[in-house]
């Protein structure tokens, strides 16, 4: 099987996978931009982080203590997205729907 062909067949938990990632790996770029920049910047790189994780943000702030610094909101987005990926990987494997490195469902 192909490239082309298991993104076709595993659209399913690539597309998630892919989502979560991009979520992940943005949060924790505007964690290290956070050290550089002021939280109003208007620099593009940094409202573009923040826009896109901005709803992360908000539903972890949700379950998090009000006094808890921003960064640390930020922190705890990318580990629970982590933990949001794994999780989608194990049930797609309890169900012997993801994909394995063969390409072939087993």
């Known amino acids: 099987m192909d490239i082309a062909s298991s993104l076709a067949a595993y659209w399913y938990f690539h597309l998630p996978n892919f989502v979560l990632a991009v979520l992940m ?13 002021d939280a109003d910047s208007p620099n593009y790189i ?11 943000v908000a539903a972890v702030s949700i379950l998090t203590p009000k006094v808890t610094p921003p960064v640390v909101i930020w922190l705890f987005g990318f580990v629970w997205l982590f933990w949001l990926r794994v999780a989608l990987h194990y049930t797609l494997l309890l169900f012997n729907l993801a994909p394995r490195l063969g390409g072939a469902a087993s």
Do not use: A, E, K, S
């Open 46 to 56: 940094w409202r573009f982080f923040c826009r896109i994780t901005d709803p992360v």
């Open 25 to 37: 790996y943005t949060l924790l770029g505007r964690v290290l931009l956070g050290l550089m920049v």
